[in-house]
C-alpha cells in the first residue's frame, strides 16, 4: 500500500483544475491613453487558508515520497549491481 495516492490520482483531483483559454493573454497591437481608462473597483476574496495549507502540505508529502522511493530504487538497484 502506498502512504499516498499516485499522482495520476492526485492531479484529476478538483483544486488542480484550472481553466487556461490563450484568448485572455492576446493584446492587440495598439496606443493606449491611460488617462482614457476608468478607474475599477474590484474586490477580491481573501486566500482561502485552509485550502493552501492543504494543498501544500499534499504537495509537499508527495515530493517527498518521490524523493525517496527514487533514492530507494536507486540504492536497491546499485545493491543489486554490486
Not at 40 to 57: F, G, M, T, V
Request: charge should be negative.
Amino acid at each position: 500500500p502506498l502512504p499516498l495516492e499516485l499522482p495520476g490520482t492526485v492531479l484529476n483531483d478538483a483544486s488542480c483544475s484550472v481553466e487556461v483559454d490563450g484568448s485572455d493573454w492576446i493584446l492587440n497591437d495598439a496606443i493606449f491613453n491611460c488617462e482614457s481608462i476608468p478607474t475599477c473597483s474590484i474586490e477580491c476574496e481573501p486566500p482561502r487558508k485552509q485550502l493552501l495549507n492543504d494543498a501544500s502540505e499534499r504537495c509537499g508529502c508527495t515530493l517527498e515520497w518521490y524523493i525517496h522511493s527514487q533514492w530507494m530504487g536507486t540504492a536497491l538497484a546499485f545493491g543489486i549491481y554490486l
